[in-house]
């Protein structure tokens, strides 16, 4: 197993994060001890004696590192405006598919202020966002993100179906980490404050006027009824447009910085201007040449490293 060798390259990092050694078991994906949402993490020397180990694994969340997953499963999940190849930290690929990885940052602390509490008293998350529904000859495609103390992810080894291997392409193995982009931490408060609204609702967000479901939270601005009582929401149409109201306490424009049309903010693009109110839609990537070129040069980059 040549990735052994790159093993002692966790060393700087097993004091703040949490290593642990996966088997075959679950599917290849499960940590190969009990009570692993708890354990302190394995050193070097002791994964590199661990019987049966097929690759390692470290646990998200506040209490280790603390450490945030985007997981990238599909070249769809590459599409919503969070870009691979445009962030600098840990970064975590297959050596048989381009389009599946994961990457790891570790929020600062001033970012962490930002989550919501959520109902249990932490402020951990997990939500999905679905890129390419599952059918009969292909496997669905997401974008996760995960800041949760009960989800581990594999950063060294074996895929244990494909045959394929982990790696860390050049200049973002763990040495890397770091924060988050600010967009890509938005993305990731804007799925907390979804998972916080749900839980305290106990539903999904209810139809509202003329056709339109309420959003709470609002993935553009943020607006959710957790906070300040107001009668101004932010709809989502039966066509999956986005109407961001813009208040005092909430803007998408607050949040943001002045927008222009086209401009992509969480996945999705600023298509309309109707007095004050902002019309947002899904965001498909056009194949422009800047985007294109970039990700050419990612794909390029990771098959140096990995040959």
């Given at each position: ?142 974008l996760e993100v ?92 039966s066509d999956g ?42 965001h498909q990537p ?22």
């Amino acid at each position: 197993m040549s990735w052994f060798s790159e093993l002692d390259r966790l060393q700087p990092l097993v004091d703040d994060l949490a290593f642990l050694p996966v088997g075959w078991g679950n599917e290849g994906k499960g940590p190969m001890l009990n009570g692993w949402q708890k354990h302190a993490g394995f050193s070097v020397d002791q994964l590199q004696t661990a019987d049966g180990m097929r690759s390692v694994g470290a646990r998200t969340g506040l209490l280790t590192g603390p450490l945030l997953c985007f997981d990238f499963d599909g070249e769809t999940a590459l599409g919503l405006g969070i870009y691979p190849w445009e962030a600098t930290t840990w970064q975590v690929h297959r050596d048989n598919d381009p389009f599946r990885l994961k990457v790891l940052c570790r929020p600062t602390p001033e970012q962490l202020e930002m989550l919501p509490q959520q109902l249990d008293g932490t402020v951990e998350f997990q939500g999905k966002t679905i890129t390419a529904p599952k059918q009969d000859d292909a496997k669905g495609e997401a974008l996760e993100v995960f800041f949760f103390g009960g989800r581990q992810v594999i950063v060294l080894g074996e895929h244990p179906s494909s045959g394929g291997n982990y790696f860390w392409p050049a200049g973002l193995g763990p040495e890397a980490l770091n924060a988050p982009p600010d967009d890509w931490w938005a993305h990731a408060v804007s799925i907390a404050l979804k998972q916080t609204a749900l839980a305290a609702s106990g539903s999904r967000p209810s139809k509202t006027r003329n056709g339109t479901r309420r959003l709470d939270p609002c993935p553009i601005c943020g607006r959710h009824s957790g906070r300040g009582g107001s009668a101004l929401w932010c709809d989502e149409t039966s066509d999956g447009l986005i109407l961001c109201m813009p208040g005092s306490t909430f803007s998408a424009e607050q949040s943001h910085g002045p927008l222009s049309i086209g401009q992509v903010v969480n996945g999705y693009a600023l298509v309309k201007r109707t007095g004050d109110v902002l019309t947002f839609k899904p965001h498909q990537p056009l194949p422009c040449r800047r985007k294109r070129n970039a990700r050419n040069q990612h794909l390029a980059r990771l098959a140096v490293t990995a040959s």
